[in-house]
């Protein structure tokens, strides 16, 4: 089955502990994203790979780190979580080197406490 | 500054009739939009998209137009059903960049 694998799906974390939401998507694509959803806000990208190696900021980077050393995995580090890191973020893929033009796939969802 | 805005919050709409949803933008060179659909506890779903070289695209119940004079796209759902009760984001996207979404419309189907 094509999908798009978000873990874990809820962490609670305190301030400072670094952590790392993991993603992998079977289906080979090469663009790879991830977002944040807020109240209020809708979606806002943090982060997106057009291929491996290749990774670059979006509207929200700042306090987040990513790496795309292969194809299927895209991992959203948070070195020093902060508060304002609560959040649901999700990952996401699509085929082709210009992702937009495709259709996005969505994982399911990690939802992050930080206290 | 909001590139891409959903002005409703929320929507109410009676079973079997018409919803529409719609979504304005502010960067003209923006040139794929598309509609996700969100039920709680799951990741957005594709529904429905269009290029800039159109100005409607319909599938099934669903229905996108775009008014590129006008920065404006809607979706309509006719007829609505109460398993589309759901958040819809737009998301519009050029080049090689991401997506950008807005805020979402939570649609309400009423019995």
């Known amino acids: 089955e094509a999908q798009v694998t978000q873990n874990p799906r809820y962490l609670i974390t305190v301030t400072g502990k670094k952590l790392t939401v993991t993603c992998s998507q079977n289906?080979?694509?090469?663009?790879m994203s991830w977002y944040r959803q807020d109240p209020g806000l809708g979606l806002r990208q943090i982060y997106y790979?057009?291929?491996?190696?290749?990774?670059d900021k979006g509207d929200v980077p700042e306090g987040y780190k990513v790496s795309r050393k292969e194809k299927r995995n895209f991992p959203l580090i948070l070195e020093s979580p902060s508060p304002n890191q609560t959040s649901l973020y999700f990952c996401?893929?699509?085929?082709?080197?210009?992702?937009?033009?495709?259709?996005?796939?969505f994982g399911p969802g990690t939802r992050l406490l930080v206290l | 500054d909001q590139q891409v805005k959903q002005n409703s919050p929320s929507l109410s709409v009676q079973e079997g009739r018409i919803s529409i949803l719609n979504c304005d933008y502010t960067?003209?060179?923006?040139?794929?939009f598309l509609w996700y659909k969100k039920y709680p506890a799951e990741g957005p779903t594709f529904l429905i998209s269009?290029?800039?070289?159109?100005d409607k695209n319909e599938d099934g119940r669903f229905t996108v137009f775009l008014n590129k004079s006008a920065k404006h796209l809607s979706l309509h759902i006719v007829p609505s059903q109460p398993g589309d009760s759901a958040v819809y984001f737009c998301?519009?996207?050029?080049?090689?960049?991401?997506?950008?979404f807005g805020k979402g419309t939570h649609l309400i189907i009423q019995p």
């Open positions: 996401a893929s699509s085929s082709g080197t210009s992702g937009i033009m495709e259709t996005q796939y």
């Open positions: 289906m080979n694509h090469e663009y």
């Open positions: 790979s057009m291929n491996v190696e290749v990774t």
């Open positions: 960067n003209s060179m923006f040139d794929y």
């Open positions: 269009i290029s800039s070289i159109k």
């Open positions: 998301a519009v996207g050029g080049g090689a960049d991401g997506l950008t």
